[in-house]
C-alpha cells in the first residue's frame, strides 16, 4: 500500500525526470564555467549561474541538491513542478525546519538558495522579508570570501 511520502516521490518523479535532473547538474559540475565558481559558497555560485540566465536549468540543479538531502520532499516536488515564489518560500521554510530538526546547517543553504532563485525584481511587499534575507546572506558570504577571490569572479558575483 502506497504512503504519503510514495506518493510524493512519484509526484517529484513526474514534475521532474530524476536522470534528466542529474545529468545537468552532472554537465554543469564538468563544464569550465562552472569550475570557475567551485570556490564560492553555494548562495554566490546560484546567484552567478542565475545571473547568466541558465533558465530552468538552474533550478533543476537546486532541485537536485534538494532531492539528493531530502528525498521525495512534497514542497520541493510542488517548486519544482511550479517554479513560483510562493512554492518556493514554502520550501524555503520546510528546508529552514528540517535544517533545525536533522541538526544540518546545510539545508538552510539550500533554502536560501531556493529563495533566491523564487524572488524576482521588483519585489512586492509580501515577500520583502523574504528578500531581505536572501540578500543579507549574499552580503554576508560575499564579505566572508571577497578578499580571497580572483578580481573577475568579484566582478561578476557583485
Excluded: N
Excluded at 10 to 37: C, I, N, Q, T, Y
Excluded at 65 to 76: D, F, M, R, V, Y
Excluded at 133 to 143: C, E, G, L, P, Y
Amino acid at each position: 500500500m502506497p504512503t504519503d511520502d510514495d506518493d510524493a516521490h512519484a509526484f517529484f518523479h513526474a514534475a521532474f525526470d530524476p536522470d534528466a535532473v542529474s545529468e545537468r547538474a552532472a554537465a554543469d559540475s564538468s563544464d569550465s564555467e562552472a569550475k570557475r565558481l567551485v570556490g564560492l559558497p553555494r548562495l554566490l555560485r546560484y546567484a552567478v549561474l542565475a545571473r547568466d540566465d541558465l533558465g530552468d536549468a538552474v533550478c533543476r540543479r537546486l532541485v537536485a541538491e534538494i532531492e539528493e538531502l531530502c528525498p521525495g520532499l512534497p514542497p520541493a516536488a510542488a517548486w519544482a513542478a511550479m517554479l513560483d515564489p510562493a512554492t518556493g518560500l514554502a520550501l524555503a521554510a520546510e528546508l529552514d525546519r528540517l535544517a533545525v530538526v536533522r541538526d544540518l546547517p546545510l539545508l538552510r543553504s539550500l533554502g536560501d538558495c531556493v529563495r533566491l532563485l523564487s524572488l524576482k525584481l521588483p519585489c512586492d511587499a509580501d515577500h520583502l522579508a523574504a528578500f531581505r534575507r536572501v540578500t543579507s546572506a549574499m552580503i554576508q558570504a560575499f564579505d566572508r570570501i571577497a578578499p580571497s577571490l580572483d578580481l573577475e569572479i568579484v566582478d561578476q558575483v557583485e
